[in-house]
């Protein structure tokens, strides 16, 4: 059973900051790829940072600067580090780990249930 567990959502304000984990089981995390993707009702899912299992990392522009995506290979959790937080940051945010080319039955994707973070004052 492969299953990913967001916890660290919530209601802050702007400018404020927010820590995003997604703790792994079922699969050992450092062998994947880390995407952090959210989602609004009016837009596609976007894909915001990813770590890859040699701590390479991606931003999308829109983050890149204010977030930082981690993992410790020993909680099997990957994190989302937010900071400067704006409204448009508002959304429901997923991890999901991937790798390629090892098997098939194990490479996933796995994705977590999301959490919601909200940026109002």
């Known amino acids: 059973q492969v299953q990913l567990v967001e916890s660290g959502g919530g209601l802050v304000q702007p400018g404020e900051s927010l820590r995003l984990s997604c703790t792994a089981s079922?699969?050992?995390?450092?062998?994947?790829?880390v995407h952090w993707y959210r989602q609004t009702p009016e837009k596609q899912r976007e894909l915001i940072a990813t770590?890859?299992?040699?701590?390479?990392?991606i931003y999308a522009d829109s983050v890149k600067g204010r977030f930082t995506i981690s993992r410790d290979n020993a909680k099997n959790t990957a994190y989302l580090q937010m900071g400067s937080l704006k409204p448009e940051d508002t959304a429901v945010y997923y991890c999901?780990?991937?790798?390629?080319?090892?098997?098939?039955?194990?490479?996933?994707?796995?994705w977590g249930q999301g959490t919601q973070v909200t940026v109002s004052s």
């Open positions: 999901m780990a991937f790798r390629s080319g090892v098997s098939e039955v194990l490479n996933g994707p796995y």
């Open positions: 770590i890859f299992s040699t701590d390479s990392t």
């Open positions: 079922g699969i050992a995390i450092r062998l994947y790829a």
